[in-house]
C-alpha cells in the first residue's frame, strides 16, 4: 500500500519500509510521530479512500542538509557578501499506513453493536 502525504510544504510518496528527509519535525530519534496530511492512497492501481487514514513514522535521526553558500557581489562598487545556511531535517522511516486509533475503535464498537 502506498500514501501521498504532505509535511513541510511539500509531498511525498510513501510505503511502509521507506526512509524520507523531510523538514525538520519535532521529536528525538525513536519517536513515532504520525502523519495525518494524506492526500491520496492507494495499492497497485486502486486508489482507497483517505477519511480517518493516517501514517505512522518513526524519528530516525535530526540532521542537516549540506552547506549552501550565498555569494552577493556587485561589479565596481567593493561589495561582496558571503553567507552560508545549513537547512535542518528529519529523517523518517515509514512503519505502516492505515486508520487512526479513533477510526478503528469506532469501526469496532460498530461492528460489535
Do not use: C, W
Not at 509535511?7 to 521529536?27: M, N, S
Not at 513515532?32 to 486502486?46: C, F, M, P
Amino acid at each position: 500500500m502506498f500514501a501521498v502525504v504532505r509535511t513541510g510544504g511539500k509531498q511525498y510518496r510513501v510505503a511502509a519500509g521507506d526512509r524520507i528527509v523531510v523538514e525538520k519535525l519535532a521529536g528525538e530519534a525513536g519517536e513515532v510521530i504520525t502523519l495525518g496530511d494524506i492526500l491520496l492512497a492507494g495499492e497497485g492501481a486502486e486508489l482507497t479512500p483517505v477519511d480517518g487514514l493516517t501514517v505512522s513514522a518513526e524519528i530516525v535521526a535530526q540532521a542537516k542538509a549540506e552547506k549552501v553558500i550565498v555569494f552577493k557581489k556587485r561589479r565596481r562598487h567593493n561589495y561582496r557578501r558571503r553567507n552560508g545556511h545549513r537547512q535542518q531535517h528529519t529523517i523518517l522511516k515509514i512503519m505502516a499506513i492505515g486508520a487512526a486509533p479513533a477510526a478503528v475503535e469506532a469501526d469496532a464498537s460498530a461492528a460489535q453493536a
